[in-house]
Each structure stands twice: as C-alpha cells, then as structure tokens.
C-alpha cells in the first residue's frame, strides 16, 4: 500500500516537471525542453505501469524499454542541441 502510494508520488512529479518542461518551450521554442518535457512524460507513464502491473523486477520486463526510450532521447536531444550550437559559433 505504502509503495504503491510513493509510486504514484513518483509518477506525478514526473508528470508535473514534463508540464514545467513543457511550458518552458512554450515560452522559448527550445526544442531541447519538448524532448525533455517527452521524456519526463514517458519516466511518468513508466512508473505509472511499473505502480499499477506489480512487476517485480523493472529491468526484467519490457517496462524498462520506456525508461530507455526516455533516457536516450535526453541523449538524443543534448547531442543535436550541442551539435546546432557549435553550427551557430
């Protein structure tokens, strides 16, 4: 009961730093804050499932694609912005 209620605490701030991260890019345009905003995003929809399914061990199932996906798109997106920045120099 305990850690399904922290998993959803879990899940919500996840969800609550994507809409942050969403509005930054609303404001500035930055696609840097959209990938991490849609990353966030999936982290929550990852441990959302991970709450609800009972699995017992994350990195067994294919819940842990999502925490992947997640991941190398935050690589993804450093990579390209870094790449335009060193174009705009």
């Known amino acids: ?8 605490a879990v899940s919500m701030g996840f969800a609550v730093a994507g809409l942050i991260l969403l509005s930054f890019w609303r404001k ?5 804050f959209l990938a991490f905003a849609g990353s966030f995003f ?3 929809i990852n441990q959302t499932l991970l709450t ?5 061990l994350e990195e067994r199932s294919w819940l842990y694609l ?3 996906a997640a991941f ?3 690589i993804f997106a450093i990579i390209r912005h ?3 920045d060193d174009r705009q120099r």
């Open 1 to 8: 009961m305990l850690l399904d209620f922290l998993g959803g």
């Open 28 to 32: 500035s345009r930055v696609q840097l």
């Open 42 to 44: 999936l982290l929550a």
């Open 52 to 56: 609800l399914s009972n699995v017992p």
């Open 66 to 68: 999502l925490r992947l």
């Open 72 to 74: 190398l798109l935050i």
């Open 82 to 84: 870094n790449a335009r």
